[in-house]
Each structure stands twice: as structure tokens, then as C-alpha cells.
């Protein structure tokens, strides 16, 4: 629930400026928290656990770059949706490879 109203409030409050990413940061918030739900349960190991983080800080790192011109045009933000895809992916594998912590 907590998470819904922090979605509705990045919807609303966002400032729409050309470089503003507010569903893609809402996206990264999202892979965060399933990361140390994951964690958490134990569905994670530490090292997949680490792996999938560097995968955000990939894609984090990745958005600064489409940034960097001041405008995030809509190739740029395809991009992107397709860099979280492919960690939506890997987080669920992850978390059901049968390799945990216990
Ligand atoms: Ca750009
Ligand atoms: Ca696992």
C-alpha cells in the first residue's frame, strides 16, 4: 500500500521537465525493494543479491548518461524500459533458481 501512494505521489508531483523520468525511477524504486525482499527471504544469495544491484546501478548510470543532454527523448526511455525489463527477468529467475541462502 505504502507503495502505491509513492507511486501516486511521484506521479503527481514530478516535475515534468523533458528530462524527468518519473516512471522509470518509480520502476528502479520497485527492483530495489523486490531486491531486498529477496534478500530478506533468503531467495537471494548475497552475490545474486550484489549482482542484481549492480545491474541497477548499470541501468542508474545509464539514464544519468541520457541525461546528460537535458532531454530524455523517447529512444532513450525505450532504452531504459528495456534495460528494466531484462532485470525484471533476471530478479525473478533469481529469486526461483532454487539457489538460497538456507
Ligand atoms: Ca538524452
Ligand atoms: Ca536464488
Known sequence: MKRAIAFAAI????PLTLASTPVL?????????????????????????????????HIENKEDRAKADGVVNPRERAALQRS???????????????????
Open 11 to 14: 506521479a503527481l508531483f514530478a
Open 25 to 57: 525511477d518509480a520502476r528502479q524504486e520497485n527492483q530495489q525493494d523486490r531486491i531486498e525482499q529477496g534478500s530478506a527471504s533468503g531467495e537471494l544469495t548475497a552475490h545474486e543479491a550484489a549482482t542484481l544491484e549492480a545491474q541497477q546501478q
Open 84 to 102: 528494466q525489463d531484462r532485470a525484471s527477468k533476471k530478479i525473478l529467475q533469481q529469486k526461483h533458481d532454487q539457489q538460497d541462502r538456507h
